[in-house]
């Protein structure tokens, strides 16, 4: 609540809810992930967050058969399910999670400094493995989000790893501090640093529609849309997301299309 | 009395000042009016009111129902319609949780031995409608008793005539009715009401639906004579092996009781089957009067009698004339459990159907009922339960007249008090045994029956839905076991407690259990007739299969059918801006969370009344048992 420096806590039947007067998180243990992200009343998801571990495939992946080889990835990009959530709030883990009639000792006014967060998916690949999402929200309403994923013997390589966040609206651009232009782990000595404002939602004109937009190395990305998909929200003003790297610079590319759609 | 917004957080608060509930006859001043269908008793209040929305109760007009009240600041806003569809507030469909999931911790009063709070009355999501409506009084309502009828709020509603608080109500989906009798002017009469979205109420009201708000059903002003019939309740049966009927009936007046009542019957040619006077009290009792030779109603041959009620001053002058079409049907379980309409064995070829249009949501209009009731012409379906709450009024009137079967269902679901997550969790089921919500849920039990207790078309009393079951649905049934033994009465979220089965539910209903299922209890002596009260759910392509369910009916008498889960996908019309196009959406698609995306197109109906595909495998099926 406002007059509180701290995070209030919605112990929810089916969901945790954690907020601070700018940002409204939605946890929801059915869907499994982060169900809900507003950020001053705007909100920031279509679909919870999942990991992505498929790239659309390029020429050369058709040429040289990855996309073959590496087919099982795509159906665990599309249906890895989360099979286990971590709770801790503060000092308190919580196993099992606090539903009813557990949340019946609750009230509307639980606060807490910090809380933590994880979603492990199990990939729909044979072998199985699992991938964990964590999302660690600090007092000051902000989460910072880290991923681990084990490997596993046996699994053909990987196309990709990362997370797919599919936004309600279009972005009507992104800003970012970062490499010049198109850039890959293999193809980016020629980029130049710098801070780069793109319009819109670019697709890389390629004859045949493939992986295309990735960003390397980049510290800092801000998305700005000036829509939603809420009907009582008449307010058409610009408003951002900001997305910064933690202790390694990140990669990201930002498409009106998934993998599967390209 | 004043109105207090703390009744908004006290269960056994749900109407204050609100006439009791009573039957929907029509009433007329004379024949050409009823021929015309006009009554000039009748004063529609709909159209443009004035309105302002306020994001919660705290910033709500205070006094916006004075009568110095400076408006100049409101909108309009169409009555009848939804507040989230005029787009003040943001729609959300949701389903089995609450609407308020993961943003508000909140627990039913008295559910754990707690005290109300100011959960409602305070609740940040608790959006709020404040309407104006300035009108005149018809000519022919000079000088006459007024009252005004709500035949639809979403969800709590405090009503003002001319700076007077007028009553306080709850319960969505049944008419409030208050007398406006004290405070009307000839001219400029200025009624205020005031809609909250939330109340105690929210918890009886869980249904799978998008939550919306406001004054979403017609409003109007009702006049009476001198003397008035305030409620009708009939009673027809048959006898002399489904020769003869025999007709039973009770009219309560109000006003002067001096004059005569006189009641005729006629067939559908005109002629009069029965034909009698009676001086005018305040009850008079028809009873027994054997009709010879009648015809039966059923779903093939959907026969009414017209029954008229000359209501004469003491000159013989007719000063209301009241006007009812029924039928003779006979539903009953044998020893045997089966259900018999009519000495026959019953099947029911039904849907459940959701009041829905994919522009204005549960404001649907006469159109729209029709083009429903042409959909289950030709496709062979002949059940509807209303789920999970009374429908519009011409529904019921519609099922009369076409012979369709109907589950009248309570408007009552507390799905999120007893499940979450999938798993049966009830510690603060609501309303479950406890004695502060039970008036309530009987309350609902009443409206429902006594406004719709007149309808030959209904065949069943449904006590809700999906509300778990302890004494309080033990109170539902008892009510209408207590008040109408011509028909049954059904609840399915008894399979929960079944030590309560022999005193809910005259059927063993249950939802999607699996054809083996139903068969081991069909195979097993069993102590009720069956019935899947939801079954073949329609969600997006769906429907395969059907004929398991089916070939039941053939083996085991004592299986009654089913209602398909449902009617029409909860769908709404939006503009696309990718496309450029209108494009049908769903849960989720407004931003709202939590929600159940997809999960609200489950029916056999496009939300623009197309049909789907699968359309013509009920077509089909229920063909085969017509």
């Given at each position: 609540?406002?007059?509180?420096?701290?995070?209030?806590?919605?112990?929810?039947?089916?969901?945790?809810?954690?907020?601070?007067?700018?940002?409204?998180?939605?946890?929801?243990?059915?869907?499994?992930?982060?169900?809900?992200?507003?950020?001053?009343?705007?909100?920031?998801?279509?679909?919870?967050?999942?990991?992505?571990?498929?790239?659309?495939?390029?020429?050369?992946?058709?040429?040289?058969?990855?996309?073959?080889?590496?087919?099982?990835?795509?159906?665990?990009?599309?249906?890895?399910?989360?099979?286990?959530?971590?709770?801790?709030?503060?000092?308190?883990?919580?196993?099992?999670?606090?539903?009813?009639?557990?949340?019946?000792?609750?009230?509307?006014?639980?606060?807490?400094?910090?809380?933590?967060?994880?979603?492990?998916?199990?990939?729909?690949?044979?072998?199985?493995?699992?991938?964990?999402?964590?999302?660690?929200?600090?007092?000051?309403?902000?989460?910072?989000?880290?991923?681990?994923?084990?490997?596993?013997?046996?699994?053909?390589?990987?196309?990709?790893?990362?997370?797919?966040?599919?936004?309600?609206?279009?972005?009507?651009?992104?800003?970012?501090?970062?490499?010049?232009?198109?850039?890959?782990?293999?193809?980016?000595?020629?980029?130049?640093?710098?801070?780069?404002?793109?319009?819109?939602?670019?697709?890389?004109?390629?004859?045949?529609?493939?992986?295309?937009?990735?960003?390397?190395?980049?510290?800092?990305?801000?998305?700005?849309?000036?829509?939603?998909?809420?009907?009582?929200?008449?307010?058409?003003?610009?408003?951002?997301?900001?997305?910064?790297?933690?202790?390694?610079?990140?990669?990201?590319?930002?498409?009106?299309?998934?993998?599967?759609?390209? | 009395?004043?109105?207090?917004?703390?009744?908004?957080?006290?269960?056994?608060?749900?109407?204050?000042?609100?006439?009791?509930?009573?039957?929907?006859?029509?009433?007329?001043?004379?024949?050409?009016?009823?021929?015309?269908?006009?009554?000039?008793?009748?004063?529609?209040?709909?159209?443009?009111?004035?309105?302002?929305?306020?994001?919660?109760?705290?910033?709500?007009?205070?006094?916006?129902?004075?009568?110095?009240?400076?408006?100049?600041?409101?909108?309009?806003?169409?009555?009848?319609?939804?507040?989230?569809?005029?787009?003040?507030?943001?729609?959300?469909?949701?389903?089995?949780?609450?609407?308020?999931?993961?943003?508000?911790?909140?627990?039913?009063?008295?559910?754990?031995?707690?005290?109300?709070?100011?959960?409602?009355?305070?609740?940040?999501?608790?959006?709020?409608?404040?309407?104006?409506?300035?009108?005149?009084?018809?000519?022919?309502?000079?000088?006459?008793?007024?009252?005004?009828?709500?035949e639809g709020?979403e969800?709590?509603?405090?009503?003002?005539?001319?700076?007077?608080?007028?009553?306080?109500?709850?319960d969505s989906f049944t008419?409030?009715?208050?007398?406006?009798?004290?405070?009307?002017?000839?001219?400029?009469?200025?009624?205020?009401?005031?809609?909250?979205?939330?109340?105690?109420?929210?918890?009886?009201e869980?249904?799978?639906?998008?939550?919306?708000?406001?004054?979403?059903r017609?409003?109007?002003?009702?006049?009476?004579?001198?003397?008035?019939?305030?409620?009708?309740?009939?009673?027809?049966?048959?006898?002399?092996?489904?020769?003869?009927?025999?007709?039973?009936?009770?009219?309560?007046?109000?006003?002067?009781?001096?004059?005569?009542?006189?009641?005729?019957?006629?067939?559908?040619?005109?002629?009069?089957?029965?034909?009698?006077?009676?001086?005018?009290?305040?009850?008079?009792?028809?009873?027994?009067?054997?009709?010879?030779?009648?015809?039966?109603?059923?779903?093939?041959?959907?026969?009414?009698?017209?029954?008229?009620?000359?209501?004469?001053?003491?000159?013989?002058?007719?000063?209301?004339?009241?006007?009812?079409?029924?039928?003779?049907?006979?539903?009953?379980?044998?020893?045997?459990?089966?259900?018999?309409?009519?000495?026959?064995?019953?099947?029911?070829?039904?849907?459940?159907?959701?009041?829905?249009?994919?522009?204005?949501?549960r404001?649907?209009?006469?159109?729209?009922?029709?083009?429903?009731?042409?959909?289950?012409?030709?496709?062979?379906?002949?059940?509807?339960?209303t789920?999970?709450y009374p429908n519009q009024?011409?529904?019921?009137?519609?099922?009369?007249?076409?012979?369709?079967?109907?589950?009248?269902?309570n408007n009552?679901?507390?799905?999120?008090?007893?499940?979450?997550?999938?798993?049966?969790?009830?510690?603060?089921?609501?309303?479950?045994?406890?004695?502060?919500?039970?008036?309530?849920?009987?309350?609902r039990?009443?409206?429902n029956?006594?406004?719709?207790?007149?309808?030959?078309?209904?065949?069943?009393?449904?006590?809700?839905?999906?509300?778990?079951?302890?004494?309080?649905?033990?109170?539902?049934?008892?009510?209408?076991?207590?008040?109408?033994?011509?028909?049954?009465?059904?609840?399915?979220?008894?399979?929960?407690?079944?030590?309560?089965?022999?005193?809910?539910?005259?059927?063993?209903?249950?939802?999607?259990?699996?054809?083996?299922?139903?068969?081991?209890?069909?195979?097993?002596?069993?102590?009720?007739?069956?019935?899947?009260?939801?079954?073949?759910?329609?969600?997006?392509?769906?429907?395969?299969?059907?004929?398991?369910?089916?070939?039941?009916?053939?083996?085991?008498?004592?299986?009654?059918?089913?209602?398909?889960?449902?009617?029409?996908?909860?769908?709404?019309?939006?503009?696309?801006?990718?496309?450029?196009?209108?494009?049908?959406?769903?849960?989720?698609?407004?931003?709202?969370?939590?929600?159940?995306?997809?999960?609200?197109?489950?029916?056999?109906?496009?939300?623009?009344?197309?049909?789907?595909?699968?359309?013509?495998?009920?077509?089909?099926?229920?063909?085969?048992?017509?």
């Open positions: 609540m406002d007059y509180t420096n701290k995070l209030h806590i919605i112990y929810g039947d089916a969901a945790l809810g954690v907020q601070t007067k700018k940002f409204q998180y939605i946890f929801s243990y059915e869907k499994g992930g982060l169900e809900s992200l507003k950020i001053n009343n705007k909100e920031w998801l279509y679909r919870i967050p999942t990991p992505t571990f498929w790239r659309a495939t390029t020429d050369n992946d058709r040429g040289n058969g990855f996309s073959v080889k590496a087919a099982q990835w795509l159906g665990a990009d599309m249906f890895s399910q989360c099979s286990k959530i971590h709770l801790t709030v503060d000092d308190q883990k919580f196993d099992p999670l606090p539903i009813a009639p557990f949340n019946n000792q609750f009230s509307n006014h639980e606060y807490a400094n910090l809380v933590k967060i994880s979603f492990d998916y199990k990939t729909t690949t044979t072998p199985a493995t699992i991938c964990t999402i964590t999302y660690v929200i600090d007092s000051s309403g902000h989460a910072t989000i880290k991923m681990r994923y084990m490997g596993k013997k046996g699994l053909p390589s990987l196309p990709v790893l990362g997370m797919r966040f599919i936004m309600p609206t279009m972005a009507t651009g992104f800003e970012y501090y970062g490499l010049s232009s198109e850039t890959y782990p293999d193809r980016k000595a020629g980029a130049k640093k710098g801070v780069f404002r793109v319009k819109g939602l670019p697709v890389t004109k390629y004859l045949v529609p493939q992986e295309n937009g990735m960003h390397m190395d980049t510290d800092k990305l801000i998305i700005t849309r000036n829509t939603s998909l809420n009907n009582a929200d008449r307010d058409t003003n610009d408003f951002q997301l900001e997305i910064n790297k933690t202790d390694k610079p990140l990669n990201f590319s930002c498409l009106p299309y998934t993998a599967e759609e390209l | 009395m004043k109105a207090n917004i703390r009744w908004l957080d006290d269960p056994e608060t749900f109407r204050v000042n609100q006439i009791a509930a009573h039957s929907d006859h029509l009433y007329f001043k004379n024949y050409e009016e009823w021929e015309q269908k006009r009554s000039s008793f009748i004063q529609s209040l709909d159209g443009k009111w004035q309105f302002k929305f306020s994001n919660n109760p705290q910033t709500r007009p205070l006094d916006f129902y004075k009568t110095n009240f400076d408006a100049s600041d409101f909108d309009f806003i169409p009555v009848p319609s939804e507040i989230e569809l005029n787009n003040y507030a943001q729609n959300q469909y949701i389903n089995t949780l609450y609407p308020w999931e993961g943003k508000i911790f909140r627990r039913p009063a008295y559910s754990l031995g707690q005290k109300t709070d100011r959960s409602f009355s305070e609740g940040e999501d608790n959006t709020v409608g404040s309407y104006i409506k300035h009108f005149d009084l018809d000519n022919s309502f000079q000088g006459k008793y007024v009252h005004v009828f709500f709020v969800r709590a509603m405090f009503v003002w005539l001319n700076g007077h608080f007028i009553g306080y109500g709850e008419p409030s009715e208050f007398d406006l009798t004290p405070y009307l002017k000839e001219k400029n009469n200025i009624l205020a009401v005031q809609v909250f979205k939330h109340s105690t109420a929210s918890f009886l869980d249904q799978d639906m998008f939550r919306f708000s406001g004054i979403f017609s409003v109007k002003l009702l006049a009476f004579p001198e003397t008035h019939l305030m409620d009708l309740a009939l009673k027809p049966t048959i006898t002399n092996d489904y020769h003869d009927g025999i007709f039973n009936a009770k009219l309560s007046f109000t006003g002067t009781k001096d004059g005569y009542v006189r009641l005729k019957i006629k067939d559908i040619n005109g002629q009069t089957l029965l034909d009698e006077e009676h001086n005018l009290t305040s009850t008079i009792t028809i009873e027994n009067k054997l009709l010879e030779n009648i015809h039966l109603w059923d779903n093939h041959h959907p026969y009414l009698y017209q029954l008229f009620i000359e209501v004469q001053d003491s000159n013989k002058n007719l000063i209301e004339l009241d006007s009812y079409k029924f039928g003779f049907r006979e539903i009953k379980i044998t020893d045997d459990k089966v259900v018999l309409l009519n000495g026959k064995r019953l099947i029911i070829n039904g849907v459940n159907r959701h009041e829905w249009n994919m522009n204005s949501g404001t649907i209009t006469k159109q729209d009922m029709k083009a429903d009731i042409q959909t289950f012409k030709r496709n062979n379906i002949n059940a509807v339960r789920c999970h009024i011409p529904w019921y009137y519609l099922c009369d007249q076409n012979g369709i079967y109907v589950m009248a269902e009552l679901e507390s799905h999120g008090t007893w499940q979450k997550m999938g798993e049966v969790e009830p510690s603060y089921n609501v309303p479950g045994s406890l004695a502060k919500w039970r008036n309530v849920v009987i309350d039990a009443r409206s029956y006594e406004t719709l207790k007149n309808h030959t078309s209904i065949l069943f009393w449904s006590l809700g839905n999906e509300s778990y079951a302890g004494e309080n649905l033990i109170a539902m049934n008892q009510f209408y076991k207590s008040h109408d033994d011509t028909r049954l009465t059904h609840y399915e979220g008894v399979v929960h407690t079944p030590d309560l089965k022999n005193k809910i539910s005259d059927l063993e209903s249950y939802m999607y259990l699996p054809p083996k299922e139903a068969e081991k209890y069909l195979k097993n002596n069993p102590s009720k007739p069956f019935l899947e009260c939801e079954y073949m759910h329609d969600m997006g392509n769906s429907d395969g299969g059907m004929k398991s369910y089916i070939k039941l009916i053939d083996e085991y008498p004592q299986y009654l059918g089913g209602f398909i889960w449902d009617f029409i996908d909860q769908a709404l019309l939006t503009y696309d801006p990718i496309s450029g196009k209108k494009a049908l959406r769903y849960g989720g698609d407004f931003d709202d969370r939590h929600s159940d995306y997809e999960f609200s197109g489950d029916g056999l109906m496009f939300a623009d009344r197309t049909e789907k595909p699968a359309m013509q495998e009920v077509k089909y099926y229920y063909g085969l048992h017509k």
